[in-house]
T-cell receptor
Framework: GAGVSQSPSNKVTEKGKDVELRCDPI?????LYWYRQSLGQGLEFLIY????????KSGLPSDRFSAERTGGSVSTLTIQRTQQEDSAVYLC??????????????FGPGTRLTVL | RKEVEQDPGPFNVPEGATVAFNCTYS??????FFWYRQDCRKEPKLLMS???SGNEDGRFTAQLNRASQYISLLIRDSKLSDSATYLC??????????FGAGTRLTVKP
């Protein structure tokens, strides 16, 4: 079946503009995660959606970042008033969230954001 | 202290060598553990889960030591195609997953 998809694959924007990044998780996966990865660095957790529960927003770096998940499926990560330090690859992952501790995450190809 | 720590490397080894990576985690209540592989400019992909008794998948062996809070990955008979960054991942609570920064491996002819 289809994996996690993200769009756009690349986004170049000017400092101060808003951007929206989209993630389509694997069908039936109830857990969805957003991460950020700067060049040569590890993954930085941003936000986690689990079913209908309130999202875990503890990783969002500032109030310029927000995310929503509509209908328990597609998610949008929005960055307002982008700054150059926001430049990174934004990765989305989903998992079955069956309650088993061995649930694994499947990643999308990421959106490479460049803020000029 | 970081929740998940890895030696960043790089590890440069010749083809056919055996190489081992370690990863330590700080949360003793962590529930499950994984190794992911990430190729340059690609997304991470699951390599293998790590079970308490240790597990093997072909040339790859994963071990878990809960008492010392570390996980290891052993690669035998390394191939050029094994060159990648290996990410240690810990599920600390109910799908709250924490990633290490990764260990970079280069296998040379």
């Amino acid at each position: 079946g289809a994996g996690v998809s993200q769009s756009p694959s690349n986004k170049v924007t000017e400092k101060g503009k808003d951007v929206e990044l989209r993630c389509d998780p694997i069908s039936g996966h109830t857990a969805l995660y957003w991460y950020r990865q700067s060049l040569g660095q590890g993954l930085e957790f941003l936000i986690y959606f689990q079913g209908n529960s309130a999202p875990d927003k503890s990783g969002l770096p500032s109030d310029r970042f927000s995310a929503e998940r509509t209908g328990g499926s597609v998610s949008t990560l929005t960055i307002q008033r982008t700054q150059q330090e926001d430049s990174a690859v934004y990765l989305c992952a989903s998992s079955l969230d069956s309650g088993s501790p061995t649930d694994t995450q499947y990643f999308g190809p990421g959106t490479r954001l460049t803020v000029l | 202290r970081k929740e998940v720590e890895q030696d960043p490397g790089p590890f440069n080894v010749p083809e056919g060598a055996t190489v081992a990576f370690n990863c330590t985690y700080s949360n003793s209540a962590s529930q499950s553990f994984f190794w992911y592989r990430q190729d340059c400019r690609k997304e991470p992909k699951l390599l293998m889960s790590v079970y308490s008794s240790g597990n093997e998948d072909g040339r790859f062996t994963a071990q878990l030591n809960r008492a010392s809070q570390y996980i290891s990955l052993l690669i035998r008979d390394s191939k050029l195609s094994d060159s990648a960054t290996y990410l240690c991942v810990v599920n600390i609570n109910n799908n709250d997953m924490r990633f290490g920064a990764g260990t970079r491996l280069t296998v040379k002819p």
